[in-house]
């Protein structure tokens, strides 16, 4: 199904912008890993966001997430591993899977993650996000996960279903090891492993390693006054957009990306 809009994210900016989507009665899916785990659904109170003084984190998603599902919404959990322009449509790869809007709202939040030493330059070259898409070129080798995504433990059961010798490691202090290929890790220790591939599953991927050739500006993704990025039919909203990183403008930010980005559509 060609959706008119997807949203990578199911935060404020997000859900935000699925519910203004479906009020113009437009198709629309929401790619996001569970919303309540984030840093705002453990939120004790949010004691600013206009009207709703003492809300919690974990209500006022509850009531987003409520609203875009009665309105039609879909959402489907799970990482969201590239964003690819296609001409006139945008292709979102989620697992093995791919899905295509006409356009796409990146809705990240902030990514917490600093990028580990020698993961870009590996990238590609042993370096991989996703075990379910790139594990069968590893069969019967030794590999290295690390990470927090959701579902950690069925990507790792998967290597080793199909016969990788996998050995988990702890993101933090990592670093990568090879000329031109993966060849080992090093962990804080300073202990290496070899192996022939490194699988980092994080719960959410860098805005320029999702999106190749994403505009950055001062590690914040880069947009305009119509939320849109350099990159055609991509839009941005919420916190991935720089500062402040304040709720209020994260849901302002999501109407106004949905807004231009559904601009024109019949």
Partial sequence: MNYDLLVVGGGPAGLTAAIHARARNKSVLVISNDPAASPLGKAPE????????????????????????????????????????????????????????SAVILALGVSRAAPLKGEAELLGRGVSYCATCDGMFYRNKSVVCAGDAPNFEEEVEFLRSIGCQVAVKRLAGLSILGEGKVAAVRDAKGEDTPCDGVFLLRAS???????????????????????????????????????PLQLAKAVGQGQTAAHFALEGLA
């Fill in 46 to 101: 949010m004691a600013n966001y206009p009207g709703l003084p003492g809300v919690t984190g974990k209500e006022l998603l509850d009531r987003l997430l409520a609203q875009a599902k009665d309105l039609g919404a879909e959402l489907r959990p799970g990482r969201a591993l590239s964003v690819m322009p296609m001409g006139k449509s945008v292709m979102v790869s989620v697992g093995s899977d791919a899905v295509e809007g």
């Fill in 205 to 243: 991927i860098a805005p320029a390693h999702l999106a190749p050739g994403l505009e950055l500006a001062d590690g914040y993704i880069k947009v305009d006054g119509r939320m849109a990025t350099n990159l055609r039919g991509v839009y941005a909203a919420g916190d991935c957009t720089g500062q």
